[in-house]
């Protein structure tokens, strides 16, 4: 069965420091792979995906995840946040046939920016 | 520019009573989604649907039911609450199949729903 761990429940840091938060990821056929982010009180929204080729993906606000088939992980990362990142961050991962109910989340990293 | 729209927001219940969650989108998706939220858990698919007229099971489909009527509408209810129900309501829509396609999905706001 696939699973995603993402390993750090928070993470604090201070603006304008880089960050990486954690994703791996469980399962023996070929998968998509996401990041959303959800601000205080909305909604998720996607961050970026990896679906096939470069396994260097870059999203909104800055972010990029690297791929890595050999460490099945999927990490997050920003050279530099500011105090608007603040917010919860999920890993997700589907598998790559049709079912429109297989994409698994995360249990979240809240990210917490210090002035 | 609305999006997905979910319907009440907030709403506390008794233990026992009943309600309905409505959400509808305006952007023709064929997929729609729900999914709750609770603290260290990430979110669970309750309930989905690939199409007007059909619905499926998710993860933790047990205490709730769903219908698609109308493309754009998905209802979640319950029919008898309990505290267990005690969650953050989250409906989704994507234009592909998130999982064959890698299809994104879009998100509600959220609705808060505590059963005393």
């Known amino acids: 069965a696939q699973s995603v761990t993402q390993l750090d429940s928070q993470v604090p840091v201070f603006e304008e420091a880089p960050v990486e938060l954690r994703c791996n990821y469980s399962?023996?056929?070929?998968?998509?792979l996401f990041w959303y982010v959800q601000y205080p009180n909305q909604g998720l929204q996607l961050l970026l995906k990896?679906?096939?080729?470069?396994?260097l993906v870059k999203g909104i606000n800055g972010f990029e995840a690297e791929f890595n088939k050999s460490q099945t992980s999927f990490h997050l990362r920003k050279p530099s946040v500011h105090i608007s990142d603040t917010a919860e961050y999920f890993c997700?991962?589907?598998?790559?046939?049709?079912?429109?109910?297989?994409?698994?989340f995360g249990s979240g990293t809240r990210l917490s920016i210090r002035p | 520019n609305a999006g997905v729209t979910q319907t009440p927001k907030f709403r506390v219940l008794k233990t026992g009573q009943s309600m309905t969650l409505l959400c509808a989108q305006d952007?023709?998706?064929?997929?729609m989604y729900w999914y709750r939220q609770d603290p260290g858990m990430g979110l669970r698919l309750i309930h989905y649907?690939?199409?007007?007229?059909?619905?499926a099971k998710g993860e933790v489909p047990d205490g709730y039911n769903v219908s698609r009527l109308k493309k754009q509408n998905f209802l979640l209810g319950l029919e008898s609450a309990a505290p267990s129900q005690t969650s953050v309501y989250f409906c989704?829509?994507?234009?592909?199949?998130?999982?064959?396609?890698?299809?994104?999905?879009?998100f509600g706001e959220g609705s808060r729903l505590t059963v005393l």
């Open positions: 989704a829509s994507s234009p592909l199949a998130i999982t064959s396609r890698g299809g994104e999905l879009f």
């Open positions: 399962s023996s056929v070929s998968v998509y």
């Open positions: 990896y679906l096939s080729g470069s396994t």
């Open positions: 997700a991962v589907s598998l790559g046939y049709s079912s429109a109910s297989k994409i698994i």
């Open positions: 952007m023709n998706h064929e997929y």
């Open positions: 649907s690939v199409g007007e007229g059909t619905t």
